[in-house]
């Protein structure tokens, strides 16, 4: 098991964790950027300023005990839902790919892609806002055209590494799906 | 290759004996099923497993062996183990042992005929063996549709799920049991039942059956000739009340027939019917309790005639104000005054009919209010249709100003054309040039200027009434969203998503466990349930109204044109 830092896209720091369980069994997991202090508490007292400055206009005092609710609501909200901690990805040879997205609360979101169903593991380029970054992608079989690709699942789509981090992963990965290649010739 | 063996995690702890299961020898897989003990008599078990497989169709097999050994290896046991195999002929034999209290178990592999001699890999997968029976496993949307290419190349673990799901037979033998077989699986501890559930079911035949002549009685009447008659037939097909009692009368027969469900989801809508129903009529119940307590009943019939007397007098108000100048337009006169007066007598004539009902009202309502009971939707459909009886003024005023104005759009059009010498060729459907006589032309041009004249005047009457009109739809269309929601929402398997989560798969998700070198790769299989958004988009129940097709542009080129509006449409009506 081994941790090393990257770079995220924007710049954050981020690590690649990689664990081999078996020979055909490897665990890659990100860890996205943490949520900053500065950011919240900054966030924070600009609504409950705005409130204040609501509330000496208005003299009703609802609106400092909205602003409150609202607030951590807001956060709760932003933990639950929309913050990702870590994204892993643990590729189980001849079983599948499994995706998962572990958010700030705890929650965990996986999604997993049986082997028959994936055609390749590629590095994609992107236009994301003003920048071209580079994505790794899972490409899914389509059941009729043996050559034609149904879906595209992009991985790490909140962390966003750069490509020396991609290129890690990539290879780890396309070594366990190299051997699907050569095991049907046997047994 | 790798050699997976899905293995239930309630035989972890089974004496050793052997395992009997189905081997998958596209994907390489072994789904472990059970556990037989020691003492066996081999010829019984083989008779066994052909009876289980004639009745599951699903081909059971023995696997392999299973050592449990207490205290330290058992070298006999494992040369009486590795006998069996020649026994029981399988390829690949497997083989699991389990020292003490460990949790690394070793697995090995008899190959017989194989040519190639190397070690494979093994990867050991535990399951809840109970949850797995009782999933459903969802295919992705979009995948569902195509099913055909499915068929060839079926995916892995539905395999799995399949091959769980229809060995129930299986684990209904237990460990009470007097026989020659004994096994361990989810149910070998004694068959799990339900006291409620049985009692419901025997039940529900009789109670189905008293349903259905009640629903057949009820059908009778409506079907019968009395009700068809052409007054009659206009009013049931106009009133919302009747095709929301009629959707619900469809859904009992859904419920009290005596059909078993084929498959999954026929069993859910069954149930989800069943529990909107039971919810919809208790929120009825609550309803009318409500109302029938300190005479609330008493006081809205007493505000509804004040009510429809101040919307009354509002119009006439209003319409005093078109005939004057509204908002400093300046209106012709004479028709102004015609088209005001006119108005003011249907308000008048209205006004008259409400205070000839003023004192049955109460009781109408009374009885009415009881109607309540069906259901919220039934009482919601009611004030619905209570609302279009109280604004009918709004929507002939708003039919005779669309009409109006519409015939004048078009006289005004076609006169258009005459000014320009052109004419609208019926038989060729298209604009072709004419040459009119002095006379015609005369009086077109004087027609047209006198229609383009009072345009104004019309245009404001059929604004102000289509805004009217435009202002009731809009309530009523609320209210059918709301009786639309509480007709579609899948209530039983939100609940079922909520409490029981197993039951909707979505897919499944692997946890790594610990593992040591040497042995071979554990995983532990759960269940991915199904998202809240996908479980209302699949079980949805179908209702009868359908929304408005037309779009935006459409519904402003009709208002433009004057062509009456008919927003809410129900499926089966005639297209106007």
């Not at chain 1, 970054?133 to 595209?152: A, F, M």
């Not at chain 2, 009659?232 to 009747?242: A, E, G, Y």
């Not at chain 2, 009109?469 to 899948?490: F, K, N």
């Not at chain 2, 197993?502 to 897919?507: K, N, Q, V």
């Amino acid at each position: 098991m081994e941790e090393r830092p990257y770079r995220s896209a924007s710049g954050a720091p981020i690590a690649l964790r990689r664990r081999q369980h078996s020979a055909s069994c490897r665990e890659l997991s990100v860890r996205c950027p943490r949520l900053q202090l500065r950011s919240l508490s900054a966030v924070t007292s600009a609504v409950w300023l705005a409130a204040y400055g609501l509330f000496v206009l208005s003299q009703n005092s609802m609106v400092l005990s909205a602003a409150i609710f609202v607030t951590l609501i807001g956060l709760i909200i932003y933990l639950h839902f929309v913050k990702i901690d870590q994204e892993s990805l643990l590729v189980i040879g001849s079983l599948g790919i499994q995706v998962t997205s572990s958010y700030a609360s705890g929650k965990e979101s996986t999604t997993f892609i049986e082997m028959s169903q994936v055609k390749d593991v590629v590095i994609n380029e992107a236009i994301h806002m003003q920048k071209v970054i580079y994505y790794l992608c899972i490409l899914l079989q389509d059941p009729g055209d043996p050559q034609g690709v149904s879906e595209v699942v992009p991985l790490f789509q909140s962390s966003k590494p750069r490509l020396d981090c991609l290129v890690e992963v990539y290879k780890s990965c396309q070594e366990i799906l190299e051997q699907r290649k050569t095991a049907p010739q046997s047994g | 290759m790798v050699l997976k063996v899905f293995f239930p995690s309630c035989c972890s702890t089974a004496e050793s004996g052997i395992l009997i299961g189905r081997w998958i020898s596209e994907q390489n897989s072994a789904v472990v099923l059970a556990v037989i003990h020691f003492p066996f008599i081999p010829v019984q078990v083989k008779q066994y497993l052909s009876e289980v497989q004639q009745v599951t169709k699903v081909s059971i097999s023995v696997l392999g062996s299973w050592n449990n050994s207490k205290q330290e290896k058992e070298e006999s046991l494992g040369e009486f183990l590795e006998d069996l195999g020649t026994i029981f002929s399988h390829e690949p034999w497997i083989q699991i042992s389990k020292e003490g209290a460990s949790k690394f178990w070793s697995c090995s592999t008899l190959q017989k005929h194989s040519n190639n001699p190397k070690e494979e890999e093994i990867i050991l997968v535990y399951y809840d063996q109970r949850k797995v029976m009782l999933s459903h496993l969802h295919p992705p949307l979009d995948t569902a549709a195509s099913t055909a290419h499915r068929a060839d190349n079926a995916s892995e673990l539905s395999a799995v799920f399949d091959t769980v799901a229809r060995s129930k037979v299986l684990f209904m033998t237990d460990r009470y049991d007097d026989g020659p077989i004994k096994l361990t699986h989810w149910q070998s501890d004694g068959v799990e039942a339900s006291i409620i559930v049985e009692l419901m079911k025997q039940a529900s035949v009789p109670a189905c059956m008293l349903l259905t002549f009640l629903l057949s009685l009820i059908s009778g009447v409506c079907r019968s000739r009395v009700l068809k008659f052409w007054p009659l037939s206009f009013l049931w097909s106009k009133l919302s009340t009747c095709e929301q009692l009629r959707h619900r009368l469809q859904h009992l027969q859904v419920i009290s027939s005596n059909k078993k469900a084929q498959n999954q989801t026929q069993l859910m809508r069954k149930a989800n019917i069943f529990v909107s129903l039971l919810i919809d009529v208790a929120l009825g119940m609550l309803l009318m309790s409500w109302l029938y307590r300190k005479n609330r009943i008493g006081h809205l019939a007493d505000t509804l005639i004040p009510v429809a007397d101040h919307v009354a007098e509002e119009l006439q108000d209003l319409l005093q104000w078109l005939m004057g100048a509204p908002a400093g337009l300046k209106m012709n006169r004479a028709l102004d005054q015609v088209l005001g007066r006119f108005f003011l007598y249907h308000i008048h004539l209205w006004i008259s009919y409400i205070h000839l009902m003023s004192p049955f009202i109460e009781m109408i309502l009374w009885y009415v209010g009881l109607s309540a009971c069906l259901g919220l939707t039934v009482a919601l459909c009611i004030l619905s249709d209570i609302i279009a009886l109280l604004t009918f003024h709004i929507y002939c005023f708003y039919v005779y100003g669309a009409r109006l104005y519409c015939l004048k759009i078009y006289g005004l059009s076609s006169l258009w054309r005459l000014f320009r010498g052109k004419k609208w060729n019926v038989l060729r459907q298209r604009v072709d040039s004419c040459s009119y006589d002095l006379d015609q032309l005369f009086i077109g041009t004087l027609l047209f200027t006198i229609l383009l004249f009072l345009l104004p005047t019309t245009a404001l009457y059929y604004l102000v009434f289509t805004l009217l009109r435009l202002l009731v739809v809009i309530v009523q269309g609320l209210i059918h969203l709301l009786v639309d929601l509480i007709d579609s929402l899948p209530l039983y398997s939100i609940i079922l998503r909520l409490c029981r989560s197993y039951r909707l798969a979505a897919g499944v998700k692997f946890r790594v466990l610990e593992q040591q070198d040497g042995k071979p790769l554990r995983l532990l299989m759960e269940i991915n349930p199904l998202s809240y958004g996908s479980v209302v988009h699949t079980y949805r129940l179908p209702t009868y109204s359908c929304y408005p097709k037309d779009s935006w542009t459409s519904l402003c080129k009709k208002l433009f044109l004057g062509e009456l509006i008919y927003p809410w449409k129900h499926k089966g009506e005639k297209q106007d």
